[in-house]
């Protein structure tokens, strides 16, 4: 599985972005998929997380109620939409694919990493 991020940019406090993750070389429709983050001198942090079906989320107590994460399956694809950003989201931005259909926050969990898109946000 090759997975491609893109969406990523400048954006003032309050904006929006919509993030996305393309997957190809197979399909991930029954694999849960994570997005993480990476900010300057800090560890890769868990952001999101969906199931194999899109029933089942979980977010980041810093990102509950701002961000929400979806995913079209006949596409292969996945989203993280960000409104009211903050400047201390700021951070690279990674998607993952995970082997199993459960969502988890632990990096381990996922097999299968994008490159990361940067995500700058200013005050």
């Known amino acids: 599985v090759q997975l491609q991020a893109s969406g990523g940019g400048l954006v003032q406090a309050g904006g929006s972005l919509r993030l996305s993750c393309a997957a190809s070389g197979r399909t991930f429709s029954s694999n849960a998929m994570g997005w993480f983050r990476q900010a300057p001198g800090k560890e890769r942090e868990f952001v999101a997380a969906i199931n194999w079906s899109g029933g089942s989320t979980r977010y980041a107590d810093s990102v509950k109620g701002r961000f929400t994460i979806s995913r079209d399956n006949a596409k292969n694809t996945g989203y993280l939409q960000m409104n009211s950003l903050k400047p201390e989201d700021t951070a690279v931005y990674y998607c993952?694919?995970?082997?199993?259909?459960?969502?988890?926050?632990?990096?381990?969990?996922?097999?299968?990493w994008g490159q990361g898109t940067l995500v700058t946000v200013s005050s």
């Open positions: 993952a694919v995970s082997n199993f259909g459960s969502t988890s926050t632990t990096i381990p969990w996922y097999a299968f």
